[in-house]
């Protein structure tokens, strides 16, 4: 297997985070009362319990390198997620950053979020 990382996030309920996973592909591997763990082609998000978490306050996130950033946003945005500037779950449109990146964002809800990147 090659090295690699796997972000760890909160959640306030597993069937809530799962299922808003579950919108835009990813399935569940592993659960108990202490772990989820979500998957979708090569990515994957592990959570653990965080029941008392307040969304507004999360400082939680992580980067999702795509190569192709414009079709997983499609996706996101087909599966109901609004864009905007406030609330969770939210979406920011990517955008072509200073150094050559596109960058967007999807805040799930329990207030991570969860930059989507794709280099050029």
């Known amino acids: 297997m090659a090295d690699h990382a796997t972000p760890n996030l909160p959640s306030r ?6 299922r808003f ?3 835009f592909g990813f399935t569940e591997s592993w659960r108990d009362a202490s772990w989820m763990i979500l ?3 090569g990515l994957t998000l592990e959570f653990f319990p965080y029941p008392d978490l307040d969304p507004a306050m999360s400082s ?3 980067c999702l390198r795509l190569d192709d950033v414009g079709s997983f946003y499609s996706e996101l945005k087909a599966a109901g997620i609004p864009e905007s500037t406030t609330g969770w ?3 920011h449109r990517p955008k072509r950053e200073a150094w050559g990146g596109l960058v967007g964002a999807l805040i799930d809800p329990d207030g991570s979020l969860l930059r ?3 280099e050029d």
């Not at 309920?13 to 799962?18: E, I, P, S």
């Open 13 to 18: 309920d597993f069937g809530v985070t799962a």
């Open 21 to 23: 996973y579950e919108l």
């Open 39 to 41: 998957e979708r082609g």
């Open 60 to 62: 939680f996130g992580s």
């Open 89 to 91: 779950p939210r979406l």
């Open 116 to 118: 989507l990147i794709q």
